[in-house]
């Protein structure tokens, strides 16, 4: 069993930054592909990205991409969310999550963390 625990969510001002970080409690954590997902309100959830288990692999969603970065440091158990110039439309909770493959669908994943929640205001 593996459990994630998000954190480093808040509120930032638009063009702002936050790094959130995602720590699994498991030394298996090295051989899990890592997921970034986001729910805005009233809203479904959103795949944002994934990173690979070794960190050689990333891909974002194209409103993503370059201005959110991933990273992992397996020695920490720990994947990182870096969200550069956010915009209101990032208010969301983040969600990390892990799976054995690395993918976009969110059934493929089977550990969810609680979620850490990112506002952005104008």
């Known amino acids: 069993q593996v459990q994630l625990t998000e954190s480093g969510g808040g509120t930032v001002q638009a063009g702002g930054s936050l790094k959130l970080s995602c720590t699994a409690n498991?030394?298996?954590?090295?051989?899990?592909?890592m997921g970034w997902f986001r729910q805005a309100p009233g809203k479904a959830r959103q795949y944002i990205g994934a990173?690979?288990?070794?960190?050689?692999?990333?891909e974002y969603i194209d409103s993503v991409k370059g201005r959110f970065t991933m990273s992992r440091d397996n020695a920490k158990n720990t994947v990182y969310l870096q969200m550069n110039s956010l915009t209101p439309e990032d208010t969301a909770v983040y969600y990390c999550?892990?799976?054995?493959?690395?993918?976009?669908?969110?059934?493929?994943?089977?550990?969810w963390g609680p979620g850490t929640q990112v506002t952005v205001s104008s």
């Open positions: 498991a030394r298996t954590f090295v051989g899990y592909n």
């Open positions: 999550a892990a799976s054995g493959v690395y993918t976009k669908e969110s059934r493929a994943y089977m550990y």
């Open positions: 990173i690979s288990w070794n960190g050689d692999d990333t």
